[in-house]
């Protein structure tokens, strides 16, 4: 398919384990977002990339989140020492352009669902 | 405060009625308004997007967006079952890279 693909779809850790989330995007886009989506609550901003540049890291929550893109496709979400209240759902989207002027529509994965015990 | 209002109902309506969902924003840097439909298990969908303040109509769907009372809306008309989702506004600021500030949802269901 030509969409955002996220595995896994569902992830449950015990408390204190490590996770990766991975994202793939439609080929060719240029800016990748992670966003953060709480039981009942709209997707929230995590961290942003520009080709393989991180630009913006502003909406993780802590430093036991990080995020890559070492080659500019591919995105991988890591969250160390988990906690249960990073239980949520992590989307992923796409847009073809940087443009900080006009407007691109952000292409949105299923996102993964994860659960801390 | 949030930046992004978004009553999250539940909203129940009978097929064919008129369904009017709404935001409110306190930031005026917000240039590029948008609806999203997210189904139960799925990413959310652009339905519509509107620059600045005006009137988007596309088939059953209208967009409004009032920069002076700095309010949204969403008129779907002729509502279908199929149209039972969350309805997710989202804003982004002008001259930003393109995080989308996002409402609660409001969680509609339309009865056959």
């Known amino acids: 398919g030509a969409g955002v693909s996220q595995s896994p779809r569902y992830k449950v850790a015990k408390r204190g384990q490590d996770v990766a989330l991975r994202c793939d995007p439609i080929?060719?886009?240029?800016?990748l977002f992670w966003y953060q989506q709480a039981l009942g609550q709209g997707p929230e901003f995590l961290t942003y990339?520009?080709?393989?540049?991180?630009?913006?890291k502003s909406g993780l929550p802590s430093d036991r989140f990080f995020a890559e893109r070492p080659e500019g496709s591919v995105s991988t979400l890591k969250i160390q020492r988990t906690q249960q209240e990073d239980s949520a759902v992590y989307l992923c989207?796409?847009?073809?352009?940087?443009?900080?002027?006009?407007?691109?529509?952000?292409?949105f994965g299923p996102g993964t669902r994860l659960t801390v015990l | 405060q949030k930046e992004v209002e978004q009553d999250p109902g539940p909203l129940s309506v009978p097929e064919g009625a008129i369904v009017s969902l709404n935001c409110t924003y306190s930031?005026?840097?917000?240039?590029?308004f948008m609806w999203y439909r997210q189904y139960s298990r799925k990413g959310p969908e652009l339905l519509m997007y509107?620059?600045?303040?005006g009137n988007k109509e596309d088939g059953r769907f209208t967009a409004q967006v009032d920069k002076s009372s700095k309010y949204i809306s969403l008129f779907i008309r002729d509502s279908q079952p199929s149209d039972s989702a969350t309805y997710l506004c989202?804003?982004?600021?002008?001259?930003?890279?393109?995080?989308?500030?996002f409402g609660k949802g409001t969680k509609l269901s339309v009865k056959p």
């Open positions: 989207a796409s847009k073809p352009g940087a443009s900080v002027i006009s407007y691109n529509e952000q292409f």
């Open positions: 080929s060719g886009h240029v800016s």
């Open positions: 990339f520009q080709n393989e540049a991180q630009l913006d």
């Open positions: 930031n005026s840097a917000f240039q590029y």
């Open positions: 509107t620059y600045s303040s």
């Open positions: 989202a804003m982004r600021r002008g001259g930003s890279q393109g995080n989308l500030i």
